[in-house]
T-cell receptor, first 118, second 109 residues
Framework: GAVVSQHPSRVICKSGTSVKIECRSLDFQATTMFWYRQFPKKSLMLMATSNEGSKATYEQGVEKDKFLINHASLTLSTLTVTSAHPEDSSFYIC??????????????FGPGTRLTVT | QKEVEQNSGPLSVPEGAIASLNCTYSDRVSQSFFWYRQYSGKSPELIMSIYSNGDKEDGRFTAQLNKASQYVSLLIRDSQPSDSATYLCAISGYSTLTFGKGTMLLVSP
């Protein structure tokens, strides 16, 4: 399957600071990437759909000014958590579709980034 | 609003047994169905996708889809302790995935 990487894998930051998470498709070009958040013992919640060269589409209830998404190239999408607060502490996971080889709507996940805000 | 329902478990089976995981969904227009495996502290890994009614087999895994009953299942044959994980059912419509809460599977040696 397609390989997706994320960086960093873990980050601890102080309340009020911003954190940037990178998501890369390593062996394919991803026109669409997705950002999810997962709280302990909960399922994945889609935050936004990131489209290369255009604005992200945010799910209802997700603050677009707080979670800034940029998809500047076909292999890189970034999520910036601005003015982070302890309640933003979570497991953030990106995924991507390989439109040329993936089955219909298949998504491949990066390893995730565990964010802790102190 | 799409809903995907799974029994949270845990489902406990002995090594070598067949594990049966079930999922129901509410959205009749869903066209694509997936099973992901998620180990504790890790991200989900795609193990099966199914698009049409019937069975689809891949190694020890068999996915079953019944669109009329809005039901999808995953069978794991010859279960191994390494299969112990949370299994997430996901459905797709318009390119985004909706996940169930997952079923925890415990395979005892």
């Amino acid at each position: 399957g397609a390989v997706v990487s994320q960086h960093p894998s873990r980050v601890i930051c102080k309340s009020g600071t911003s954190v940037k998470i990178e998501c890369r498709s390593l062996d394919f070009q991803a026109t669409t990437m997705f950002w999810y958040r997962q709280f302990p013992k909960k399922s994945l919640m889609l935050m936004a759909t990131s489209n290369e060269g255009s604005k992200a589409t945010y799910e209802q209830g997700v603050e677009k000014d707080k979670f800034l998404i940029n998809h500047a190239s076909l292999t890189l999408s970034t999520l910036t958590v601005t003015s982070a607060h302890p309640e933003d502490s979570s497991f953030y996971i990106c995924s991507a579709r390989d439109p040329w080889t993936s089955g219909r709507d298949e998504q491949y996940f990066g390893p995730g980034t565990r964010l802790t805000v102190t | 609003q799409k809903e995907v329902e799974q029994n949270s478990g845990p489902l406990s089976v002995p090594e070598g047994a067949i594990a049966s995981l079930n999922c129901t969904y509410s959205d009749r227009v869903s066209q694509s169905f997936f099973w992901y495996r998620q180990y504790s502290g890790k991200s989900p890994e795609l193990i099966m996708s199914i698009y049409s009614n019937g069975d689809k087999e891949d190694g020890r895994f068999t996915a079953q889809l019944n669109k009329a009953s809005q039901y999808v299942s995953l069978l794991i044959r010859d279960s191994q302790p390494s299969d112990s994980a949370t299994y997430l059912c996901a459905i797709s419509g318009y390119s985004t995935l909706t996940f169930g809460k997952g079923t925890m599977l415990l395979v005892s040696p």
